[in-house]
Nanobody
Framework: QVQLVESGGGLVQAGGSLRLSCTASGHTFGSLGTGWFRQAPGKEREFVAGISWTGGSTYYANSMKGRFTISRDNAKNTVYLQMNSLKPDDTAVYYC??????????????????WGQGTQVTVSS
């Protein structure tokens, strides 16, 4: 089993920044990648960004490119999501997820095996 805990969410004004963290514990060996997803009220969960276990490959949803940066520190079992130039439309619960299988569909939620409880991000206008 793997436990994922997100932190760093909060209330920020439009144009501001936040850095989310996702810390893993338990059976962390065997992870092939980590993703960030978000879900706004009344909307489906959507892919935000992903990173391979080595950190050598990163992936972003088109609307996040240039504003969000995903990174990881395996010594701390932590994946980060730096979010800049935040907009009210970025308001959502942000989840991190762990992937245990090889997949080219890194943006598909069903490819991930473990999920955190989420952290709320609210961007005011």
């Amino acid at each position: 089993q793997v436990q994922l805990v997100e932190s760093g969410g909060g209330l920020v004004q439009a144009g501001g920044s936040l850095r989310l963290s996702c810390t893993a514990s338990g059976h962390t060996f065997g992870s092939l990648g980590t993703g960030w997803f978000r879900q706004a009220p009344g909307k489906e969960r959507e892919f935000v960004a992903g990173i391979s276990w080595t950190g050598g490959s990163t992936y972003y949803a088109n609307s996040m490119k240039g504003r969000f940066t995903i990174s990881r520190d395996n010594a701390k079992n932590t994946v980060y999501l730096q979010m800049n130039s935040l907009k009210p439309d970025d308001t959502a619960v942000y989840y991190c997820a762990d992937r245990r299988r090889f997949s080219i569909r890194v943006g598909a939620a069903e490819e991930y095996d473990y999920w955190g409880q989420g952290t709320q991000v609210t961007v005011s206008s």
